[in-house]
């Protein structure tokens, strides 16, 4: 029997997964022992868990590196992949929104080629040019990027919130939400085809499982 890989995004999103797939039957002992390492197995079940960056999550599973992946909807949003999604796991919930000085507040349609700083480029852009279709600069950064209406480097950024609490220690408010975020289990097209039964399985496990909270 061949091995299926799961690719899991590395922080916290990996240990919430490494409970859900522990709940649905694997061993994932390994992943539980705090080391560097990047590959664990589970020679029973024949799994193997990968442990990358979450934003390279998307090109593992494209590939076919990965069968599997599980990663935030913006990351997937963001990465444009052809890849089958097959659940939300309903965990990792935020949401993506547009931030900015509390002054803006039902201004933004009115400012010419507002600047928007932001870690999601291709977020971004859809969200201005296809849902408003508003003309915009798009200024792509990699962290930190509630400092860019501070220092005046954007009017706006287009951010995930989460608690909200960057925002406000920032002196920033939510100017208008862009989309509901949150994990998502996602296949590769030919695994689904030559590993479905086994896939299927674990899909149906973890519908149960989620049904049950
Ligand atoms: C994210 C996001 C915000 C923050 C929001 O950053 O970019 O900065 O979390 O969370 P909050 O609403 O609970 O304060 P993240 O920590 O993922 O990393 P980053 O510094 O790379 O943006």
Redesign the pocket.
Known sequence: MEYITVALAKGRLAEMTTDLLEKAGLDVHELREKSRKLVFTDEKNKFKFILVKASDVPTYVEYGAADIGVVGKDTLLEAGKDLYEMINLGFGT?RMAVAGPKELEGKLDSIHNMRVAT?YTEIAKNYYHLVKKQSVEIIKL?????LAPIVGLSEVIV???????????NGLVVLEEVCDLSARFVVNRVSMKMESKRILALVAKIKELLAKE
């Open positions: 935020c870690k990699h962290g930190s990027v509630e951010d995930i919130v989460e608690s909200g609490k960057t925002l406000k220690e």
